[in-house]
């Protein structure tokens, strides 16, 4: 797939883009380095279709969940412990099976070619994000990859969005997957976009956002009917 797009829309807009979810099907080696860590403390293992549901608030919030799902407590100094167990893991071979989503590649050059600034606004540690956007190859199609230590405050504050847009007016959209997205983009006064195959606790059509898709190609359809009013 290969497409033009027009250069008096997109020239000097700002998109933000989540990561898990969203550019990258990261759930498989996510649920690889939870099981690596929960597992050895007693916890049945987590299946990948239910990590999907838990993804989008960082690696403390997977752990919790998953000791919460299987009526664990978990205190504050070990979810500290697995925290860092998790990340070292996970960093080890951070894209091991994790995949793009189709379409990604192509959207990403088209956008670029005319003319917007693409960031990334993700709550996963940015050290990992870093890694895991160089290992899939999109690391330079962004201006900046906001995780959660490069901003005053994370998803869904609005300072994250702003932070990972760079501005505060002008063409700008937050593209995601799941509530923390929408509800970041809501704060800022940023149109969103939720693509409805990623990694959402409830309902993506029931997020609220101003446009629901399904493929990620149709991101600069959703945004330039949005910028231009329609309904």
Known sequence: MSFKLSREIFTDAAIAFDLDGTL??????????????????????????????????????????????QGR????????????????????DVARDSRLFPQVVETLEALRSAGASLSVCTNKPSELS?????????T???????????????????DHVFTALGRRDGRLGM????????????????????LSYGYSEQPASSLGADRLIHEFGNVPSALAEIWRGGA
Do not use: C, H
Request: hydrophobic share 45%; glycine share 8%; net charge negative.
């Open 73 to 92: 407590a978990l205190d504050e100094a070990d979810a500290v412990t697995q925290v860092a167990e998790f990340i070292e893991v996970y960093k080890a």
């Open 130 to 138: 870093d890694l895991l956007l160089d290992a899939v190859g999109i």
């Open 140 to 158: 330079g199609f962004f201006d900046r990859v906001i995780g959660p230590e490069r901003t005053t405050a994370k998803k869904p504050a609005a």
């Open 24 to 69: 990258v099907d990261t759930a498989p080696d996510l649920v690889r380095a939870l099981n690596a860590v929960i597992l050895p403390r007693g916890l049945d293992p987590v299946q990948t279709s239910d990590v999907r549901a838990m993804v989008g608030r960082g690696a403390r919030a997977l752990i919790e969940r998953s000791y919460s799902r």
């Open 175 to 194: 593209v995601g997957d799941s509530a923390p997205d929408v509800d970041a983009a809501r704060a800022a006064g940023v149109p969103s976009v939720v």
